[in-house]
């Protein structure tokens, strides 16, 4: 039975990526995605409350599963890796839902998710080497790397530039990671 309820989930979930190939997300219809699928329109809402509960469906089970796995088995560099390619194969569509707004959008979803995978990882892990501060905390830290890597995610995404590779979004990111802004930034700017 489970078997069959997922399957149909796929089936959804691709004719609404199909659909969106060539319309806007708002002018999708639930209709829509029954029609191209060949279900009926209970089927739906048997298997989703609404599209954003599909996009995160979607997310979900195309990234976040596989990347929840890799951290883990302590894969962090595999998992970063792993969301971006899973990010990059299908571009437009995540490009497309990036420009939806408002309640529970994907840039919503991704950050809800992002930041549970921080502080997964945060708290299995622990925190070393910190100053007694009562802002450096789990959930402090893990919003802020949520930020980071959401920033890193919809710049990439939204600013075209299909010429940036997995390889080199990954090798930046674990450098904005691994270095600080003072790393970065010259002490004796020429005048």
Known sequence: MEQKRNLTKKLIAES?????????????TIRMITDQAGLIRPTFYNH???????VEWIFCENIIREVESLLDHGM???????????IHRNRQFYSKLLQVTGQNCLE?????????????????RGIKKLPKNRVLNVDTLSHYYTLGLLTSVKAWLLMGDEDISVDELTEAY???LTHSVYDMIDDKPEL
């Open 108 to 124: 919503e979803v991704m950050g809800r998710h992002f930041y549970e995978l921080f502080r997964k990882s945060i708290e299995q």
């Open 174 to 176: 674990e450098f904005l």
């Open 76 to 86: 962090v560099q595999e998992a970063i890796k792993f969301l971006f390619t899973g």
């Open 48 to 54: 989703f409350q609404d599209k954003y509960d599909l």
């Open 16 to 28: 609404f990526e199909v659909l969106m190939e060539k319309h806007p997300f708002e002018k999708i």
